[in-house]
């Protein structure tokens, strides 16, 4: 069983940057693909970035340029760090991580980019 834990959300001014992190705990040894969903109110969840154990990465199409996604793999951890943030950048971002085969989310951290 793992356990995704969000943190970094927030408030920030339009072009302004925030950092999100997210830990895995339990057995967590040998996670697969990490990434980082978001979705805003009304809207579908969408895909903001992926990356695999090797550090390969895939970016949703509005994110490239702007967002970073980074993982340390010895702490089970996966970073996004987002930069020249606009207001349709306002969404709850989920973490996701899949491991041996089966599919495991966070519990969602608020972004809020006022204008």
């Known amino acids: 069983q793992v356990q995704l834990v969000e943190s970094g959300g927030g408030l920030v001014q339009a072009g302004g940057s925030l950092k999100l992190s997210c830990a895995a705990s339990?057995?967590?040894?040998?996670?697969?693909?990490m990434a980082w969903y978001r979705q805003a109110p009304g809207k579908q969840r969408e895909l903001v970035a992926a990356?695999?154990?090797?550090?390969?990465?895939k970016y949703g199409d509005s994110m490239w340029g702007r967002f970073t996604i980074s993982r340390d793999n010895a702490k089970n951890t996966v970073y996004l760090q987002m930069n020249s943030l606009k207001p349709e950048d306002t969404a709850v971002y989920y973490c996701?991580?899949?491991?041996?085969?089966?599919?495991?989310w966070g519990q969602g951290t608020q972004v809020t980019v006022s204008s």
């Open positions: 996701h991580a899949i491991f041996y085969a089966r599919d495991y």
């Open positions: 339990g057995s967590a040894s040998g996670l697969d693909t």
């Open positions: 990356i695999s154990p090797g550090g390969g990465t």
